[in-house]
């Protein structure tokens, strides 16, 4: 029998958060961003509770290959574009949107050899200083790809750096509107967080929004407002089992280093499931985990292949009763990835990325 540790994927709750993301922008079309194996989940996984989407998101070409032997035959955009010549040939043969955020990108399709021109996304650095040309040089980036014969449609694109605090995205929303306000062709601004925070605003959903972890049930301000809040559903659930219990004396530690030590007698959990499954090692004593659907506590330190949790409440608990360590567990009770990723010091993303390639992961 393999190692207890898995993750579902829930289809239900997929089409839920993606019908949830349409109601705050009913006007627009929606991009499910699927970079990073559809954020850890598995491309084939949530292909199914995505495929009411318009189009789909990412950054490789053998994800957009993957997507399009999905049946996917609609919309597929390159978020960074192409990174060399010649992967504008399979861009064409797949049918391909790009992203254009800088001139080498246009030399390319000035080169390309195709019958059939291709939509582009030309992308403004509206102040995120991450990739884009700078509002100066936008316009003429336009005109140089409005003149190729290798280019259709120019959308015009930008990425908000601040949607998901109190800073906002006026001030990028200025500077795109500024220098591109009489370009022709259709706006794709918003992520998970502008359309949650800022949907009601035409200038931020325009033409086409571009939504991943919210999809996928992670709240993208979770300092701020949780999933729950959001009416956001976990897409994933890590579970495995206990497969050891100790009966731990007052004073005895348990785990690496010794980092916890028992104030009275105790029950504890070992758990089949550790940093080498994708668990973040720096979750320390107290991160929030379920047991037979009861919320507990992990203990001490996380090691590769386990963790440890605290038995005294969920009284009874014993080798073989589910660890839910993020998401539903078959009870039905949540425990949101954005909880466990905060006492970790870091964000639901990460974690749902970082899920290790020897958990199985099924969908249902
Ligand atoms: C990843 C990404 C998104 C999606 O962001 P979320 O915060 O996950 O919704 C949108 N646009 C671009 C350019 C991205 O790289």
Known sequence: MPRPVHALTHTD??????????????????????????????LAHVFDGLRGADGFALLDLNEAQSVRELGWRGPVLLLEGVFEQRDLELCSRLDLWNVVHHEGQIDMLS??????????????????????????????????????????????????????????????????????????????????????????????????????????????????????????????????????????????????????TAPQDMAVGIVACGYADGYPRQAPTGTPVLVNGVRTRTLGRVSMDMLCVDLSAPAAAGIGDEVTLWGSASSGQVLCIDEVAQAAGTVGYELMCALAARVPVSAV
């Open 13 to 42: 709750a997929l089409r839920h958060n993606l019908a949830r993301l349409r109601q705050s922008c009913p006007q627009s079309r929606l991009l499910a961003v699927v970079k990073a194996n559809a954020y850890g989940h598995g």
């Open 111 to 260: 080169r390309h050899k195709t019958q059939v021109p291709q939509r582009v996304f030309l992308k403004m650095n509206s102040g995120m200083n991450r990739l884009g040309f700078t509002p100066q040089a936008f316009r003429s980036a336009w005109v140089r790809l409005n003149a190729l014969p290798q280019v259709d449609e120019i959308s015009l694109m930008t990425h908000f750096a601040r949607a998901d605090d109190a800073h906002g995205v006026d001030a990028q929303l200025q500077v795109f509107a500024q220098h591109s306000s009489d370009l022709p062709g259709e706006r794709s601004l918003a992520n998970s967080a502008a359309v949650l925070r800022h949907g009601e605003r035409d200038d931020v959903t325009a033409d086409w929004v571009r939504t991943g972890v919210a999809m996928y049930g992670s709240s993208p301000d979770h300092g701020l407002h949780d999933a729950a809040h959001w009416g956001l559903r976990p897409a994933m659930s890590l579970r495995s089992r206990v497969v050891g219990v100790q009966q731990l004396k007052a004073g005895d530690s348990v785990g690496y280093g010794g980092v916890f």
